[in-house]
Every structure is written in structure tokens, then in C-alpha cells.
């Protein structure tokens, strides 16, 4: 391999490595510049954003972090809902997805805590937000779409995979 060739790929290959050094100190002052208001309870940041609640859970041994919303709870809901949400968590919902947990809807945004940046918070805060907020219409953390079947109430007896199967 060239000498220089070699000098490229060490470089892009070192800074892929990096990390952002993140740390729970440095997670929860980005929350608090974007909270309208916020309570912290040891590894958990509860806050206001837009007059939504917003939790934050940050593990620093583990290298993980969670910033999720509450949405609905889960008997409140149909199954074309569920479906819709799905659908969604492929085509719209991007790096926030829907989940169910203790039968309540959430939106979560889930991501290993060192490699984040400041910007990826700020989005994470406001795809959570917006993912709680189309929930029942676009079912979308942003603009961006992802092409393909996005038909949300389409109907079937068995998911088109296993018929496939």
C-alpha cells in the first residue's frame, strides 16, 4: 500500500474511533440549556420540553443513555395504532423509535452515552419530542421519510413476511 494511501485510511479509520467523550456531567448541562424546567434524581434527568415530559437515564459503566417520553398507555389504544407505530419505527420514526413498557407508549431515543456528541443530544431531545407529538397522525421524529410501503393502515391476516416464509 502507498505511504500516503495508508496515511488516508489510518486517518479515516482513527477518526471513526473517537469518541465524543461524553459523560453524565457534561449530558445533563446540554438537558438543562434545552429544559424549560428539570428535576435530577441520581442517574435520571426528568424535564420540560415544550410543555412535554421528558425523562433522561444515563448509566456511565455501562456507556448508555435513554431519553424517552410517555405517550399513552396502552388500552387506550387500538390495534391499527400499535400497527401504525411500527410501520412508523421503520420509515419515520428514525432514531427514535416507539416501544411499550409497562403498558405505556413511549418514544425513545436509546444510544451508547461516550460517543455522543452536543448535536446528537439537542436532536435526540427533539425527535423524542416530535415522535411523542405526531403520535396518531405522521407517526414521525422528523421531516425525513424513508421510502417504500408507508401505508399505515393497511390490513393483513398474517404480516407479509410470513407468508413469504
Known sequence: MRPIVFALVLVCFSHFGLSQDMDSRKLVDIIKREADTLS????????LFNDAI???????????????????????????????????????????????????IWSVYAHPLRELSEAQVVDAIQQVYAAALTFGGSYSSTNLVFPG???????STLPKVLKKI
Do not use: Q, W
Not at 435530577?40 to 424535564?47: D, L
Not at 391499527?80 to 427514535?96: G, K, Q, T
Open 40 to 47: 435530577i434524581e441520581r442517574n435520571s434527568v426528568r424535564f
Open 54 to 104: 421528558l425523562i433522561c437515564i444515563h448509566d456511565e459503566s455501562a456507556n448508555r443513555m435513554r431519553i424517552i417520553s410517555p405517550i399513552v398507555e396502552r388500552e387506550k389504544l387500538g390495534e391499527e395504532a400499535l400497527l401504525n407505530a411500527l410501520v412508523a419505527n421503520f420509515h419515520s420514526a428514525l432514531d427514535v423509535k416507539y416501544a411499550l413498557s409497562d403498558e405505556i
Open 149 to 155: 410501503n408507508t401505508n399505515k393502515k393497511e390490513k
